[in-house]
Nanobody
Framework: QVQLVESGGGLVQAGGSLRLSCATS????????MGWYRQAPGKQRELVAR???????AYADSVRGRFTISRDNAKNTVYLQMNSLKPEDTAVYYC?????????WGQGTQVTVSS
């Protein structure tokens, strides 16, 4: 059974930083494609960043240059470092794992950026 648990969300002022973590269980993390998605009220869930390996990443245009995704295969954990946060970054952030033709989601963590 694969489980994903996010942490690190909270309330921050515009221009501030937060670091999200997603700890995973199971033994497929090292072969997984990991991603962070977000969903703001009234909007569809959107991809924020994805990491294929330690050196292969992809970002949404809206966060490129401000957010950094990374992974620690020894700890089965993926991170999202968010800098220069903007009010429009306010959303519930979800961790996503894809491996072996399956997909798993975390429960989400709220990020609120005040202006």
């Amino acid at each position: 059974q694969v489980q994903l648990v996010e942490s690190g969300g909270g309330l921050v002022q515009a221009g501030g930083s937060l670091r999200l973590s997603c700890a995973t269980s199971g033994n497929i993390f090292s072969i997984s494609i990991m991603g962070w998605y977000r969903q703001a009220p009234g909007k569809q869930r959107e991809l924020v960043a994805r990491i294929f390996s330690s050196t292969s990443t992809a970002y949404a245009d809206s966060v490129r240059g401000r957010f950094t995704i990374s992974r620690d295969n020894a700890k089965n954990t993926v991170y999202l470092q968010m800098n220069s946060l903007k009010p429009e970054d306010t959303a519930v952030y979800y961790c996503n794992l894809r491996a072996l033709n399956r997909e798993y989601w975390g429960q989400g963590t709220q990020v609120t950026v005040s202006s």
